[in-house]
Nanobody, 123 residues
Framework: VQLQASGGGLVQPGGSLRLSCTASELTLRSYTIAWFRQAPEKEREWVSCMIRTSTRTDYADSVKARFTTSRDGAKNTVYLQMNSLKPEDTAVYYC?????????????????WGQGTQVTVSS
């Protein structure tokens, strides 16, 4: 079982992108979905999450008020809307799913991962 992350690209500072996370074999609403990112030569870091069967979300301080996680149950898709992008947001972004109903920043909590989508913020 694998998730599919998409929507990355090249954007100028201050711009916006919307990432999507889908799955063909999981009903995403039944899982806690997190977004992580990994910049070149850095550890992968947690960005945000949405708790399963709810709209409760949490965000890393570095993206709070700029990024928003949402879910479309009909499309079985979770989104990460990224606004006011900064060069330091440049990274490969991954979505991950966990059966637990908590918002964990620990990668080991998540059983299913997407392949990653590149986001580059540059002028």
């Amino acid at each position: 079982v694998q998730l599919q992350a998409s929507g990355g690209g090249l954007v100028q500072p201050g711009g916006s992108l919307r990432l999507s996370c889908t799955a063909s074999e999981l009903t995403l609403r039944s899982y806690t979905i997190a977004w992580f990112r990994q910049a070149p030569e850095k550890e992968r870091e947690w960005v945000s999450c949405m708790i399963r069967t709810s709209t409760r979300t949490d965000y890393a301080d570095s993206v709070k008020a700029r990024f928003t996680t949402s879910r479309d149950g009909a499309k079985n898709t979770v989104y990460l809307q990224m606004n006011s992008l900064k060069p330091e947001d440049t990274a490969v972004y991954y979505c991950a799913a966990a059966a637990r109903g908590i918002c964990s920043r620990d990668e080991s909590t998540y059983s299913y991962w997407g392949q990653g989508t590149q986001v580059t913020v540059s002028s």
